[in-house]
């Protein structure tokens, strides 16, 4: 998918994490705070990129800050923001699909 | 060396008779040599030891660089006293190389960070260590290593002279003119004053720092003006919103509900839940609740608590007053509840720290404890709890009375979610060992009951109870389940704070840790 | 993924708790205090701007966690807004047991939410069907037209007053002896034991009046509800406890179910158990006594 404008997903709330996205230069670009970042720092960045690239997102500045929120919660969110970003989110998502 | 709960000790610590821990009750029988002050004899007769300000005091006691002055945390969030003294010390007298042995530090002493990382403070002794403070220790920037010792530990490493403190200074919310102590009739009131008295015991000079000059003789006094040396008058010694809290409630929250009306199940269900069973609880969400949940079980069985200590709030007092329970003998106050009972109502006693809860003295109230229900920032597969470190490896804890409790009663009951956020509580290693697991037996979680398995007996008795468990490894493996397994903690070889085990023994240290980079 | 068991069409369901489906600390274990169904709401719990981060963060809820024995439901948005066709593809695909359809006024509100619930089905794979469905009925529209919606769809299972709502339009408030709600609750009872499905009652609000919410919970019981909607877990125990049958009646119960096994294996219809007349019609009663005795505990027999 195309990031055609920015996008926000996610709370602040313990559990749950910020994910905001917009248009890249060319490549994808994170930038990741956690409150967990000792112990999960690294499969929380996975499980973002993983999930942008089953979106098909190839360019991109993605922040995510993350309260502790489980992956299942990181994925929604991260999706969330792409499919927002591409005014996408309201339906025919392709549950099961890309979204899995 | 690696100690009995499998924790590497590194030799050089282990000099000067320093032993790695080796079991509770390791140092049982053993004889021990107190250690004395040296203090100064007021023969004269003194109509006041009043001295204008805390410089004077420190002149007074012949402060000079390299001392240890001790401090007590019954003021809690809300003290001034350890800022005022070190800044006095440090900025108007120009001390250095200063230890400070406290009996806990928390936010209150951010400032005291500054002095560590200026290395004019070198040395930090105490029981819980929090904020800025533990920042700067997990840094490195403390010159020696921190020691963190129980609240049982610290007058017994007093009382061995393994800690020398050169002046204490003693917060008072009400002093007379020459250090008769209460923590109660001023503005800045604790009720309890606990854990100071062995200071006032074992300190070479005693300074009492108050806001609130009352009367001779200010009487009961929790520190006798027979140990005291000045005595200073100050504008505040601290925030009473954050010394007490209004009260206590108990959680409402329907998680921490749950697992206390489960501790209160396997507290019902063991032989030690009879009439005048003794009890002890932490102030936590669903330590505190588990109070609500046993006097139900009391009600129904006809029984009475014959005696609670601990800190205490507002709960326990209110049990003590319908008479539910016999005597309550107080450490320290948590709430208003607490502070304007104590010594007030009939059978709420103050009693010192090393009565509370030291392993080296001729039995604590903690030996004779049937039940104390504790929580836990983690706790592993072998039972072992860690209530110092989080889980970026950084100082934000405080053992307190946990591992004396955990040790000397018969139940020790650990409460805690499975998981906070992405943490996972149960785990299979914790961060920092500062409840070794052969002090725990139960653990209750929002997912499940583990016994430890040294404890057959009380496995049994949720058997016979009908009460579910399963074993402490599931549980991790659910937590790890729904959090994913968390990466070791990456640390640098440089100890820098030393965990001590009640006994005086090592149980584990903590090292500095590598600061986290993605790549 | 967690593939969780065809849902059944008629299991006990004396307490559904509703979550919030967009706060990930709350639906990520709310099985653990032990209610029989979850409702996990996509609809006044949710922020308008909020509609579709709460389906992803539903998607994978759904399957990610293990709900284990617990019954996963999704109130779904009202069929006058923008967002239900896209809530029923979510639930469906995500495969949640049921989906609770708010503010259903008639018949033909359930077989549009049917429709589209098989239209999805077909969609993403799923057995045609496996979706169960229950209507809230929040308006005396609703309430008037209780016993046709119940009887709309082969997926219904159950229909729940829903008070907040029903009482503004009746002008009322909560009574402390209901009669604020007594007919409209008589009237749905009526119209869901017609047509053999459940009746739920709606939540009681007030956490902290204890004393009126074992009231309502008793006029509930003695009315015939199967169960009660509750905002807070703290709600669930009371429910429990109270709609247990009694020591007696499970004791009654077996006797029958088992003096009935003996009797019509000898081929004897009518028979007595104490004293009384016993035929086949007092056997699904029996049954149902044994069934939720065993679930609260109170009964390890094997008759049922």
């Keep these: ?100 | 060396m690696k100690n009995y709960v499998g924790r590497d000790i590194p030799d050089y610590l282990l000099v000067n008779g320093k032993e790695v821990y080796q079991g509770k009750n390791y140092m049982d029988g053993k004889l021990i040599k107190k250690a004395s002050p040296c203090t100064r004899r007021y023969e004269k007769p003194q109509e006041s030891k009043i001295v204008e300000t805390l410089a004077d005091a420190l002149k007074l006691c012949g402060a000079k660089s390299g001392m240890t002055f001790s401090f007590h945390h019954h003021l809690r969030d809300g003290d001034f006293v350890v800022n005022m003294v070190m800044k006095a010390a440090i900025e108007e007298l120009g001390l250095e190389d200063l230890t400070i042995a406290a009996t806990s530090l928390g936010a209150a002493h951010d400032p005291v960070a500054e002095y560590i990382a200026e290395g004019k403070v070198v040395g930090i002794q105490t029981s819980g260590i929090r904020g800025k403070i533990g920042e700067v220790v997990s840094k490195g920037l403390l010159k020696t290593p921190a020691i963190v010792r129980s609240h049982g530990g610290r007058p017994r490493a007093i009382e061995a002279g393994e800690v020398h403190i050169d002046i204490a200074f003693i917060a008072a919310p009400t002093s007379d003119c020459v250090g008769n102590c209460r923590g109660i009739g001023g503005k800045s009131n604790c009720g309890s004053m606990g854990y100071a008295m062995m200071d006032a015991k074992y300190a070479d000079h005693v300074v009492v720092v108050t806001d609130c000059l009352v009367d001779f003789p200010n009487m009961p006094a929790s520190i006798e003006a027979i140990d005291v040396d000045a005595v200073v008058c100050v504008d505040s010694i601290g925030n009473p919103k954050k010394i007490a809290s209004a009260a206590a409630r108990i959680s409402q929250n329907p998680r921490d509900l749950m697992m206390a009306e489960n501790v209160a199940k396997v507290i019902a269900s063991t032989p030690y839940f009879k009439d005048g069973f003794s009890f002890q609880t932490g102030v936590g969400g669903p330590s505190l609740a588990a109070n609500l949940f046993l006097e139900k079980y009391m009600d129904e069985r006809g029984i009475k608590m014959g005696w609670a200590i601990g800190g205490i709030c507002g709960p326990m007092v209110e049990m003590l007053k319908k008479g539910k329970v016999g005597k309550v003998i107080d450490v320290q106050d948590f709430d208003l509840d607490a502070v304007n009972s104590i010594n007030q109502t009939p059978n709420h006693f103050e009693m010192s720290a090393s009565q509370y809860a030291n392993p080296a003295n001729k039995g604590a109230f903690v030996n004779k404890l049937d039940f104390v229900v504790l929580a836990a920032l983690e706790i592993d597969t072998g039972f072992n709890v860690n209530v110092l470190t989080g889980s970026d490896g950084v100082l934000r804890g405080a053992p307190g009375g946990h591992p004396d409790t955990a040790a000397g009663s018969k139940c020790c009951v650990i409460v805690t979610p499975l998981i906070r956020g992405r943490m996972a509580t149960v785990c299979e290693h914790v961060v920092t060992v500062t409840t070794p697991g052969d002090c725990v037996d139960v653990l209750v979680t929002d997912y499940g009951i583990a016994v430890n398995p040294l404890r057959p007996d009380l496995i049994e008795c949720l058997d016979n109870a009908g009460i579910p468990h399963v074993s402490i490894e599931s549980l991790k493996e659910k937590a790890y389940g729904l959090v994913g397994r968390p990466d070791d903690l990456q640390w640098e070889d440089k100890v820098v704070a030393i965990l001590e085990a009640r006994d005086g023994t090592i149980l584990d240290v903590v090292k500095k840790i590598k600061p986290y980079t993605l790549d | 993924m967690i593939p969780r068991p065809k849902p059944e069409r008629f299991r006990l369901r004396r307490t559904m708790m509703f979550m919030n489906a967009q706060k990930p600390g709350l639906i990520k274990d709310a099985y653990i205090y032990g209610c029989d169904s979850i409702m996990l709401d996509l609809e006044d719990a949710v922020a308008e701007n909020q509609k579709d981060a709460a389906r992803f963060s539903l998607y994978h809820a759904l399957k990610t966690i293990d709900y284990g024995d617990t019954e996963v439901i999704v109130r779904i948005n009202g069929l006058d807004t923008p967002h239900w066709q896209e809530d029923i593809r979510v639930c469906v695909a995500g495969g949640a047991d049921g989906i609770r359809i708010a503010k259903c006024e008639s018949a033909q509100d359930v077989k549009t939410v049917d429709a589209a619930v098989t239209e999805a089905e077909k969609e993403f794979g799923v057995e045609v069907g496996r979706t169960l469905l229950m209507a809230a009925l929040e308006s005396p529209k609703g309430i008037m037209n209780a016993y046709e919606i119940c009887a709309a769809s082969d997926r219904m299972f159950g229909v729940a007053i829903s008070g907040g709502d029903f009482r503004k339009c009746m002008q009322t408030k909560p009574q402390p002896d209901g009669v604020d709600m007594l007919v409209a609750r008589g009237q749905m009872l009526i119209a869901a034991r017609a047509a053999g499905v459940q009746c739920f009652d709606t939540v009681f609000t007030n956490l902290d009046d204890m004393a009126g919410y074992e009231a309502e919970l008793r006029q509930n019981k003695a009315m015939g509800f199967d169960g009660k909607s509750l905002i807070n877990p703290k709600q669930i125990r009371l429910v429990h406890e109270l709609f247990a049958p009694t020591e007696k009646e499970i004791l009654q119960a077996e006797k029958i179910v088992r003096a009935y096994r003996e009797q019509s294996a000898a081929g004897v219809g009518v028979f007595t158990v104490d004293g009384k007349m016993i035929d086949i019609a007092f056997i699904p009663g029996a049954e149902r006594t044994l069934k939720l005795a065993r679930a609260c505990g109170l009964w390890e027999g094997d008759l049922v």
């Design chain 1, 1 to 100: 998918m195309i990031i055609q404008k920015p996008a926000v997903a996610g709370t602040l709330e313990s559990s749950d994490a910020l994910v905001s996205i917009e248009p890249g230069d060319g490549k994808i670009e994170l930038t990741l705070t956690s409150s967990v970042m000792n112990q999960y720092g690294r499969q929380i960045r996975e499980t973002v990129l993983e999930t942008l690239d089953r979106l098909s997102v190839t360019d991109a500045k993605v922040s995510v800050v993350d309260k502790g929120a489980l992956d299942c919660t990181l994925k929604a969110r991260v999706e969330c923001a792409v499919f927002r970003s591409c005014d996408a989110s309201e339906k025919d998502i392709p549950w099961g699909g890309v979204i899995r």
